[in-house]
């Protein structure tokens, strides 16, 4: 079961951690030392690996039971698509919509700045802080925790027919494509979001469907677009958009850059 659950039109953290295979395959790989020193702990040598994980695990889970970061971590979750909202801000920041337009978000630049906001958030839960798998164990579950946000946005299926909408804004995600190649060097993440803003209201059904047939034009010539887009054309879009991707980590005023839209 995911840590995020769908509700209606917002993303929320469950209030409960269900482990995840990746925390096997994780521990497996990343964390032998720490896995070792903890058995040590164990009276039964012969379980001592597994319980080791079992120790980290109940460890992890016991801290994010813990009302305030449990109220952290619901608040982390609603917010994903505020940060959302905030990267389609890079390209367009005017509060006068003038006309309305279909933006391609990559995830290389939605999922690192809400992570790096998840751990700023946690850096400051003494719960979370003493975890004894220490910063390698933190960071497994930053990573998680956006997967699993990413995953249930990409699950409530946005479509021109079935937009959602970011926070009280005038922003909508109307598609979806986790498989684009980016291929952008020391960038995880590929895929992006189709981000529609306007100032008509896609919640109703009439709106929207007055609408659908010039959003899916716009995808699809974004897709036409970036179906043609060289290595080095999607190096010259993406640079600039990471630069301020990182200001808007750091919380910086960001200025607009050159977006891909229709």
Same mark, same amino acid.
């Given at each position: 079961?995911?840590?995020?659950?769908?509700?209606?039109?917002?993303?929320?953290?469950?209030?409960?951690?269900?482990?995840?295979?990746?925390?096997?395959?994780?521990?497996?790989?990343?964390?032998?030392?720490?896995?070792?020193?903890?058995?040590?702990?164990?009276?039964?040598?012969?379980?001592?690996?597994?319980?080791?994980?079992?120790?980290?695990?109940?460890?992890?889970?016991?801290?994010?039971?813990?009302?305030?970061?449990?109220?952290?971590?619901?608040?982390?979750?609603?917010?994903?698509?505020?940060?959302?909202?905030?990267?389609?801000?890079?390209?367009?920041?005017?509060?006068?919509?003038?006309?309305?337009?279909?933006?391609?978000?990559?995830?290389?630049?939605?999922?690192?700045?809400?992570? &790096? !906001? %998840?751990?700023?958030?946690?850096? /400051? +839960?003494?719960?979370?802080?003493?975890?004894?798998?220490?910063?390698? @164990?933190?960071?497994?579950?930053?990573?998680?925790?956006?997967?699993?946000?990413?995953?249930?946005?990409?699950?409530?299926?946005?479509?021109?027919?079935?937009?959602?909408?970011?926070?009280?804004?005038?922003?909508?995600?109307?598609?979806?494509?986790?498989?684009?190649?980016?291929?952008?060097?020391?960038?995880?993440?590929?895929?992006?979001?189709?981000?529609?803003?306007?100032?008509?209201?896609?919640?109703?059904?009439?709106?929207?469907?007055?609408?659908?047939?010039?959003?899916?034009?716009?995808?699809?010539?974004?897709?036409?677009?970036? &179906? !043609? %887009?060289?290595?080095?054309?999607? /190096? +010259?879009?993406?640079?600039?958009?990471?630069?301020?991707?990182?200001? @808007?980590?750091?919380?910086?005023?960001?200025?607009?850059?050159?977006?891909?839209?229709?």
């Amino acid at each position: 079961m995911s840590w995020i659950a769908i509700a209606g039109k917002t993303l929320e953290f469950r209030g409960q951690l269900i482990q995840p295979r990746s925390f096997q395959d994780w521990a497996d790989k990343q964390l032998q030392q720490n896995i070792e020193e903890i058995a040590r702990e164990e009276t039964n040598l012969f379980f001592k690996r597994r319980a080791a994980k079992k120790s980290l695990w109940n460890e992890l889970e016991l801290a994010a039971n813990q009302p305030a970061l449990r109220a952290a971590l619901r608040k982390l979750a609603t917010d994903y698509f505020t940060t959302l909202r905030k990267v389609a801000g890079i390209f367009d920041p005017s509060s006068y919509v003038f006309d309305s337009k279909t933006y391609v978000i990559p995830r290389f630049l939605v999922n690192p700045c809400h992570r &790096g !906001i %998840l751990e700023t958030a946690l850096s /400051r +839960s003494n719960e979370f802080q003493r975890l004894r798998g220490g910063p390698s @164990l933190q960071s497994y579950f930053y990573d998680e925790f956006i997967r699993q946000l990413d995953e249930a946005l990409i699950d409530m299926k946005p479509a021109t027919n079935n937009p959602v909408k970011l926070d009280d804004s005038t922003w909508y995600v109307v598609g979806t494509d986790r498989n684009y190649k980016w291929s952008i060097e020391d960038e995880d993440w590929d895929g992006h979001f189709f981000v529609h803003r306007t100032t008509v209201d896609l919640t109703k059904r009439g709106n929207r469907s007055g609408r659908a047939p010039k959003i899916d034009d716009a995808i699809t010539k974004l897709n036409e677009q970036m &179906g !043609i %887009l060289s290595i080095e054309e999607k /190096r +010259s879009f993406a640079l600039p958009w990471i630069e301020k991707r990182n200001d @808007l980590i750091e919380r910086e005023k960001v200025a607009n850059v050159h977006p891909l839209a229709v």
